[in-house]
């Protein structure tokens, strides 16, 4: 079992280990001329007022729309679950067709989760999703066209082992957590690892035991972004949070230059097999990844003094970037790990 955030010396935080995965990579290199190009894009979007922290939940259909305790017990559901939503190119993809629009991916998912609770399902209940049957969730959860949502048996196992300590141990209720915490945002992190085994994702590295934690991080993210950074949003600390180490915000970092892969690596990518979570490529990618947003902000935040900046917002502009630019994007393989941690 992975030691907790912050309780062992020998272990790295999310931003030191992309310090240290970055400074010790062999297959991928960050290049300042796209770090910069990076954040003079992201500079951009954030003074046209096209992207701030309003944006980050609201302007998304499928996320909720009130900053209430139900929506903390929506968050935590979703993000419990949020890992591997794609197929394979040659695969029918994830789809869900929701108030006559159709979503993929993550936001099928979120789609699937408000079909379910629009017919009166009590699906982000701890009390209901305990004892939920896997023939019920993949039905819940079912993609358009009889496409399930992948993972299934992962899925359920989450959800099974998540209720057991939300009930036994905070009376139900991610709120609780949240509140625990008192408003800061890496002891809900820490709280978050040490409580729910799916959240503690990280790996060896170069000799030192490294942290992601992609998951944990973005639902605290996401707490603070419903609630726009105020009451049971509000973190002192969420400017130490890094970006979301996944498989497509890296395609973004590589679009800009700020990423440069290996022929070695861009060999591996162009089998399309899939690399194993942990392996030396998957870390690399994912670490370099935390490095270079961080690198991006900091140049981003000079460019822009008076307007606060911090990974959160990198990360969702990047994120959104990738889809916004699909057709381009096709030329920057992204790596695929079949895991719970993203």
Same mark, same amino acid.
């Given at each position: 079992?992975? #030691?907790?955030?912050?309780?062992?010396?020998?272990?790295?935080?999310?931003?030191?280990?992309? @310090?240290?995965?970055? +400074?010790?990579?062999?297959?991928?290199?960050?290049? &300042?001329?796209?770090?910069?190009?990076?954040?003079?894009?992201?500079?951009?979007?954030?003074?046209? *007022?096209?992207?701030?922290?309003?944006?980050?939940?609201?302007? %998304?259909?499928?996320?909720?729309?009130?900053?209430?305790?139900?929506?903390?017990?929506?968050?935590?559901?979703? =993000? *419990?679950?949020?890992?591997?939503?794609?197929?394979?190119?040659? /695969?029918?993809?994830?789809?869900?067709?929701?108030?006559?629009?159709?979503?993929?991916?993550?936001? +099928?998912?979120?789609?699937?989760?408000?079909? &379910?609770?629009?017919?009166?399902?009590?699906?982000?209940?701890?009390?209901?999703?305990?004892?939920? %049957?896997?023939?019920?969730?993949?039905?819940?959860?079912? $993609?358009?066209?009889?496409?399930?949502?992948?993972?299934?048996?992962? @899925?359920?196992?989450?959800?099974?082992?998540?209720?057991?300590?939300?009930? #036994?141990?905070? =009376? $139900? #209720?991610?709120?609780?957590?949240?509140?625990?915490?008192?408003?800061?945002? /890496?002891?809900?992190?820490?709280?978050?690892?040490?409580?729910?085994?799916?959240? !503690?994702? $990280?790996?060896?590295?170069?000799?030192?035991?490294?942290?992601?934690?992609?998951?944990?991080?973005?639902?605290?993210?996401?707490?603070? +972004?419903?609630?726009?950074?105020?009451?049971?949003?509000?973190?002192?600390?969420?400017?130490?949070? %890094?970006?979301?180490?996944?498989? @497509?915000?890296?395609?973004?970092?590589?679009?800009?230059?700020?990423?440069?892969? #290996?022929?070695?690596?861009?060999?591996?990518?162009?089998?399309?097999?899939?690399?194993?979570?942990?392996?030396?490529?998957?870390?690399?990618?994912?670490?370099? &990844?935390?490095?270079?947003? &961080? !690198?991006?902000?900091?140049?981003?935040?000079?460019?822009?003094?008076?307007?606060?900046?911090?990974?959160?917002? *990198?990360?969702?502009?990047?994120?959104?970037?990738?889809?916004?630019? *699909? =057709?381009?994007?096709? /030329?920057?393989?992204?790596?695929? %790990?079949?895991?719970?941690?993203?």
């Amino acid at each position: 079992m992975m #030691s907790s955030v912050g309780k062992d010396n020998d272990v790295l935080s999310p931003s030191d280990s992309g @310090r240290h995965i970055s +400074a010790n990579a062999r297959h991928v290199q960050l290049d &300042s001329d796209g770090i910069e190009k990076c954040a003079e894009a992201l500079a951009e979007r954030l003074s046209s *007022a096209k992207l701030s922290l309003n944006d980050l939940f609201v302007k %998304t259909s499928v996320h909720p729309q009130k900053a209430n305790e139900k929506g903390v017990e929506w968050i935590f559901f979703a =993000d *419990a679950l949020n890992f591997s939503f794609w197929n394979n190119e040659d /695969q029918p993809q994830y789809l869900v067709t929701y108030k006559e629009e159709r979503y993929t991916g993550y936001l +099928a998912f979120c789609a699937a989760i408000n079909r &379910s609770v629009d017919k009166g399902v009590d699906l982000t209940n701890p009390k209901f999703f305990k004892d939920v %049957t896997e023939e019920k969730l993949n039905n819940l959860l079912m $993609g358009d066209n009889n496409v399930p949502c992948p993972m299934i048996k992962d @899925r359920l196992k989450v959800l099974h082992d998540v209720a057991e300590v939300l009930l #036994s141990t905070f =009376d $139900g #209720s991610f709120v609780n957590c949240v509140k625990s915490c008192k408003g800061n945002a /890496q002891a809900l992190v820490q709280l978050v690892v040490d409580h729910f085994p799916c959240f !503690r994702d $990280g790996a060896t590295f170069a000799g030192r035991r490294v942290l992601i934690l992609k998951r944990a991080q973005i639902l605290v993210a996401d707490v603070w +972004a419903l609630f726009e950074g105020k009451g049971l949003g509000e973190f002192s600390d969420i400017d130490t949070i %890094t970006m979301f180490a996944d498989y @497509r915000v890296p395609q973004s970092l590589q679009y800009f230059g700020a990423l440069l892969y #290996s022929d070695e690596l861009m060999g591996v990518l162009a089998k399309n097999d899939l690399l194993a979570n942990g392996s030396e490529y998957e870390v690399e990618i994912r670490g370099c &990844s935390i490095e270079a947003v &961080s !690198r991006v902000v900091e140049v981003a935040q000079k460019k822009l003094p008076n307007i606060p900046i911090n990974c959160i917002l *990198a990360d969702y502009f990047l994120w959104g970037f990738r889809r916004e630019k *699909a =057709d381009e994007m096709v /030329q920057y393989p992204y790596h695929k %790990t079949r895991s719970v941690y993203y």
